[in-house]
């Protein structure tokens, strides 16, 4: 639509100093650029309807203070005085020796994209109505960032815009980061760099985008790593630049001793999400705590040492561009391992490479012995520590012994047929005669590993060897079976005589179910829980390596832990709402009594005491192990269930980390007091104290040992028979 005004041959042409513009010219006058118009563009259209530019909601101030509000109830005055009078009173406008400052319709005018109006160092000075739309600015008017605009005959000095105004609180941490090179952190020029002018979107919005601006390699770099993947797949737990260079207005070059990606920070920094049992579970990762085992490494120990050149985390997995280990461009990948390591250990790589194994891996012979294979990967020990896989040592600690390495050397393996090996026909005296001065030539051409069976004593050794394997299982075969027989025939014959006794039902069969529910659930969630906590155990390892494909130990821990709690309410309700379970809390309820029984106990272990006391059906020891199975139950179920809910936990209780941290703590050390609890206190009560040894048959029978005398657990005898008549 093409609004022409009265004046459109009212031509003015000046020049202004206008926003540092002291060359910028109006050609075509006041009469186009504020009052005249143009061309009604959809551009206009545009910005009229953004928040800045809806004039009927905005002040308009003059220059001699007055201030007037339209009011959009009143008639216009077009429909007022008619086309005559408006034309009369844009000509006075224009005219007068005093303006009304323009209302954000009014800058558009000259800072339009149509306008071309430009800044005196030439750059353009002009707003796109689709930028600010979509900024997160888009309900602030022009003036609350431009307050100087108010003002006639405004400059860029005057009139420019500081983010300061309402972000002063990032004034001082931009100044103490490595961003504070992008500008003076006083005024606008660094927060520009990154945020733009009226283009300004959330930083979540735009993601690692946001610093492609200026680190556009990095960025291309993690969009390929294996972060980078899984962040593009909208996953929350992927990290992203904050989350290893910290908050972008305080980010401090990876040299500062304060950086999260130094290199003495950055195991910490990468063991927010790898040591993470939940993420762990979650993502099944192949190694459990790496951090942990490598700040207990060679490289950890050093790096700790304040000695830099020690491999960190990206030496051995990259920076940006970290990849899994089934990629072949990864640095860990298999084929690439032995050149990562080479990064620091050149020598030794230029070795290996020539090696045996360094030439199949290279072949693609994957099952070849490669650097981590023989060193480990994040516990990598010092071949002096003998805890190291390659201490040069025999089983029993003697370092004179000879072992692999003593005869085929380290890293200079090489086929026997090659002249540079140790085991070379020609190089063997040499070999053989470090450790054996006096053995001369003929020991060379003996077998050194074993007896070809081609040979008589290879033959000899073969028949010894069949002898015995067959012998073995043969003759403890039978001894297991002899026992096992002779122990089922006893154990049948006790536990009749123990059913026949006439002891105190200690346990209903109900009871008894409890119990095996409990016994059962118990073993298995200290079993799973410890292997868990310490999966490079000996006993652990067996239940690790099951865990290919399925997450074995956290699903059986789970399990058990959900029957734990089943029982546990089980057991709430038949105190409740049976006669026995009511009697049965009336009687563990602790009494006076069993401090003097307790005192008496002792006083009669110790020789004080000739008898021992007489304990009511529950004695204070029994006492204390159930309420303190009870209070640890409660304990571990809270904690456990918090733990298992991590995510939960993260996402709707204040100071989630400070939470978990603390419930995984009181978990664990609850864990141990439990168990040590029961192997110290319980079974010595029920297996090892000598009058019930080997076992307390009351698990399975119910009835205590005769030797138990209780009160209150007195069975009525049976009324006697009536006397028969004598014939």
């Not at 009229?48 to 009927?56: E, G, I, K, V, Y």
Request: with cysteine; net charge positive.
């Amino acid at each position: 639509m093409l609004v022409e005004s009265a004046f459109l041959s009212h031509t003015v042409a000046t020049t202004v100093d206008f926003c540092g513009t002291r060359t910028a010219t109006i050609t075509r006058g006041f009469a186009e650029n504020r009052l005249r118009s143009s061309k009604v563009s959809l551009f206009d259209w545009n910005m009229r309807n953004l928040p800045q530019f809806r004039s009927a909601k905005k002040s308009v101030t003059n220059l001699r203070g007055s201030e007037s509000k339209q009011d959009s109830s009143k008639p216009r005055i077009g429909k007022r005085l008619g086309p005559g009078l408006v034309l009369l009173f844009g000509l006075i406008l224009v005219n007068s020796t005093w303006v009304p400052l323009q209302a954000a319709d009014d800058c558009i005018a000259c800072h339009g994209p149509g306008a071309g109006l430009v800044n005196s160092n030439g750059k353009a000075i002009t707003v796109r109505a689709d930028a600010l739309a979509h900024s997160v600015h888009k309900d602030l008017a022009c003036l609350d960032c431009h307050a100087g605009a108010a003002k006639a005959g405004h400059t860029a000095a005057t009139a420019g815009a500081s983010c300061l105004s309402c972000h002063d609180e990032v004034a001082a941490k931009l100044r103490a980061s490595a961003h504070a090179a992008l500008g003076n952190s006083q005024d606008s020029s660094s927060c520009i760099t990154c945020h733009g002018t009226h283009d300004v979107a959330k930083p979540a919005a735009r993601g690692v985008e946001f610093c492609a601006t200026c680190h556009a390699t990095e960025v291309s770099q993690y969009n390929a790593s294996i972060h980078g993947r899984a962040h593009a797949k909208m996953n929350g737990d992927a990290p992203t630049c904050q989350s290893c260079h910290g908050p972008a207005h305080q980010v401090v070059a990876a040299a500062d001793a304060k950086s999260p990606v130094n290199k003495a920070n950055l195991p910490n920094t990468c063991g927010h999400c790898h040591s993470d049992p939940a993420l762990a579970a979650k993502y099944l990762f192949a190694v459990v705590k790496p951090v942990e085992a490598y700040e207990s490494s060679a490289h950890g120990r050093a790096i700790r040492q304040g000695n830099l050149n020690a491999a960190s985390c990206n030496d051995c997995h990259g920076v940006h561009d970290i990849l899994p280990l089934s990629d072949p461009h990864s640095k860990i990948w298999k084929q690439n391992v032995a050149s990562t390591c080479g990064q620091c250990h050149k020598s030794v790589y230029d070795v290996y490479r020539a090696s045996i194994h360094g030439q199949a891996v290279a072949a693609g012979a994957l099952e070849a012995a490669t650097c981590t294979d023989c060193h480990g990967e994040h516990r990598i020990l010092a071949p002096a520590n003998p805890q190291s896989p390659v201490y040069l040592a025999s089983r029993a600690g003697q370092q004179t012994v000879a072992n692999c390495a003593s005869c085929h050397g380290v890293h200079n393996i090489f086929p026997s047929s090659d002249a540079r090996s140790t085991v070379n026909k020609a190089n063997l005296a040499n070999t053989c005669g470090k450790c054996h001065p006096d053995a001369g030539q003929r020991f060379t051409i003996s077998s050194v590993h074993t007896l070809p069976a081609s040979t008589a004593g290879g033959r000899v050794l073969g028949f010894v060897k069949a002898f015995y394997l067959l012998a073995i299982p043969i003759i403890l075969g039978f001894m297991v079976l002899h026992n096992l027989l002779d122990w089922w025939r006893k154990a049948r014959r006790a536990l009749a005589q123990y059913r026949q006794e006439r002891g105190q039902m200690r346990l209903t069969l109900n009871e008894r179910v409890q119990h095996v529910l409990l016994l059962v659930s118990f073993i298995v969630l200290v079993i799973t829980g410890f292997a868990l906590k310490y999966p490079h155990s000996f006993w652990a390892e067996p239940i690790v390596r099951w865990e290919k494909n399925f997450p074995l130990r956290g699903w059986l821990h789970r399990t058990a832990g959900v029957v734990l709690i089943g029982a546990s309410l089980y057991h709430l309700i038949y105190l409740l709402a049976t006669r026995a379970g009511r009697r049965w809390a009336k009687d563990m309820l602790p009494v006076v009594r069993d401090m003097r029984d307790a005192m008496d106990t002792v006083g009669y272990n110790l020789g004080y005491r000739h008898n021992p006391p007489r304990y009511a059906r529950f004695n204070y020891m029994e006492k204390a192990e159930y309420w303190a199975l009870v209070w640890g139950t409660v304990v571990m179920a809270i904690t456990g269930i918090l733990l298992w809910a991590h995510d939960a936990v993260l996402a709707y209780l204040p100071h989630a980390l400070a939470v978990l941290e603390v419930t995984t703590a009181i978990h664990f050390y609850e864990a141990i007091l439990a168990t040590f609890s029961i192997l110290i206190w319980h079974f010595y009560f029920v297996i090892f104290d000598p009058d019930v040894y080997p076992l307390k048959w009351t698990v399975l029978t119910g009835r205590a040992p005769e030797h138990e005398v209780r009160e209150e657990e007195k069975e009525e005898a049976p009324a006697p028979a009536p006397p028969t008549a004598k014939a």
